[in-house]
């Protein structure tokens, strides 16, 4: 795809070198080396603060080569995604380019920081559960490896071509390459599960929405604008490279700011989670627990497990022995590969797991004080009744009162499990700022000049940002992944539709046709590599 098009603008393109000094260029560095160093240093702590020093030199190797590469995913996300936000600004000459890739990336910092963490295991859920509980043996290894090089593979092929492309569906496509595939490679009998399609299905659906809601409600908002706000200058596009009125600019720029915030807020967690399977398999002593958590919040743990193990017990059958914990372990594993957590035996023993879980956090009195000989079976366990408690099929079994304090204990052990550690969110945000300091050039033209017929007009340019901006900050509320580039890509082609603009139909179908084939092509590129690499591992 050429950087032209048949269609003319009516203005030139802005000077994609504008705002670029050599002292932004060592300002950046110098953010890069204080993070790299702030990360090693918090690795290194956490290892210590967990007696972790003993960990073997290969699982050091193999723990740096992975964190690069989940690190080079997001390296390769902000080529596409973070490009997005600055289109806007930098076609409206509300900001010069490179002044808005930093403004961009601060708020993109900013975002993961304060994310919740939803979203990163909201994809981590997608993968087989006997993985994520054995992502230190070489099945695991094999698989994180397969799912982030086979994202980065489909995001680097769409990059080079300047096609927008959604990273979420590159990465979901992935995992569920790598599901099916380790599905297909479990030895006749076994019961290994693959692809979780419920939870897939909900996130997919996310997905498909994004480019529809972005393109239908920037369409209305610019409708609407046009209705109350009857200011001439709104719908014009820039003159050359005169800035814009200062009222427009500080409209666009605020949009942007809010895109960058959510975006890093949403997509900034994509690769977190990915990331603490990772540390999770190299150095489990350290990451496998969150050690973080208070000692005041132990009474309560204990609290909440005793009341769900009660519950379990009163569903159990009557009169029947408890099993043992190992027993235990592989009913509830069971019963989720085959995707039926219910029945009087599944309640027992899920009793069972809840009073390992409890009498282990009353016998060291904290999660912190846990040693790492007990680790991994207190995280097997707490990670597969969580697991258990989201999927079962019991909503009609148990009591609205019982209900509730179940859905009480999985959110204390998730809060146990699933945490990501401040040290990620920076090495995750300075991956993202990278990204975009590379590669956003390509994708900035495509969504500035090769959507519509007609230059970006300052309305056109907020309520696509608008939209963005509301839409992915509430998907990050309720713990959802969206595509920030198929809600900004759709809502800039709304406008250009409710505007009378015209649309490049060529761009659009290249677009949706790397949106029809992305899940496939990302699945069979995983699936394959993960076959290879169960080979090496």
Not at 57 to 66: E, H
Not at 154 to 171: C, D, K, R, V, Y
């Amino acid at each position: 795809m050429s950087d032209t098009t048949a269609d003319a603008m009516p203005t030139g393109r802005p000077d994609m070198r504008g705002g670029e000094h050599p002292a932004f260029r060592m300002f950046f560095l110098g953010i890069v080396f204080v993070a790299l160093g702030f990360v090693g240093y918090s690795v290194l702590s956490d290892l210590h603060a967990a007696d972790g020093q003993g960990v073997a030199i290969g699982a050091f190797v193999l723990l740096g080569l992975a964190l690069l590469i989940a690190l080079g995913f997001e390296f390769v996300n902000g080529f596409h995604d973070t490009a997005n936000a600055v289109a806007t600004v930098i076609y409206t000459n509300s900001l010069p380019p490179l002044v808005a890739v930093v403004w961009s990336g601060m708020w993109n910092l900013l975002g993961v920081l304060v994310s919740s963490g939803a979203v990163a295991y909201s994809i981590v859920s997608l993968l087989p559960v006997e993985l994520i509980l054995q992502v230190g043996s070489g099945a695991g290894h094999a698989m994180i490896f397969a799912l982030l090089l086979a994202a980065i593979i489909w995001n680097l092929a769409t990059w080079a071509m300047g096609i927008p492309n959604s990273s979420s569906h590159a990465l979901i496509g992935s995992i569920m390459g790598v599901g099916i595939a380790n599905q297909l490679m479990a030895p006749h009998g076994i019961a290994t599960q693959g692809v979780d399609w419920g939870q897939v299905t909900k996130v997919f659906k996310s997905l498909l929405f994004s480019p529809i809601c972005g393109f239908a409600l920037s369409a209305a908002l610019l409708i609407l604008m046009k209705v109350v706000i009857r200011n001439r200058k709104l719908y014009e596009a820039p003159k050359g490279d005169q800035p814009s009125p200062w009222w427009i600019r500080g409209l666009l720029i605020g949009t942007c700011t809010g895109v960058s915030f959510f975006h890093g807020g949403n997509d900034g967690q994509k690769g977190m989670g990915l990331i603490m399977l990772i540390l999770i398999g190299a150095a489990p002593t350290a990451y496998a627990l969150n050690r973080a958590m208070p000692d005041s919040m132990t009474p309560g743990f204990v609290q909440s497990a005793d009341y769900a193990a009660e519950a379990f017990r009163a569903h159990a059958a009557p009169g029947s022995s408890a099993p043992g914990v190992e027993e235990a372990r592989h009913i509830v594993s069971d019963a989720l590969s085959s995707r039926n957590v219910t029945g009087p035996q599944v309640w027992s023993a899920l009793a069972v797991l809840s009073d390992s879980v409890s009498n282990a956090v009353k016998s060291y009195g904290s999660l912190r004080s846990m040693p790492s000989a007990s680790v991994s079976n207190v995280r097997t366990d707490m990670y597969l009744t969580s697991d258990a408690i989201r999927t079962m099929k019991g909503g009609d079994t148990f009591t609205t009162d019982e209900n509730g304090r179940l859905k009480k204990f999985m959110q204390a052990l998730n809060d146990g499990t699933r945490f990501i550690p401040i040290w990620v969110k920076i090495a995750v945000a300075v991956a993202l700022g990278l990204g975009t300091m590379v590669g956003w050039k390509r994708i900035v033209i495509t969504v500035g000049e090769k959507i519509g017929k007609t230059h970006l007009t300052y309305a056109q340019g907020a309520a696509a940002e608008i939209v963005a901006m509301g839409t992915i900050g509430l998907a990050e509320g309720y713990g959802m992944p969206v595509s920030t580039t198929h809600i900004l890509s759709g809502g800039v082609a709304g406008t250009m539709a409710a505007n009378g603009s015209g649309l490049q139909w060529s761009t659009l179908r290249t677009m949706a046709l790397a949106w029809v084939i992305t899940l496939p092509a990302a699945m069979m590129i995983s699936g394959v590599l993960y076959i290879l690499l169960r080979q090496v591992f």
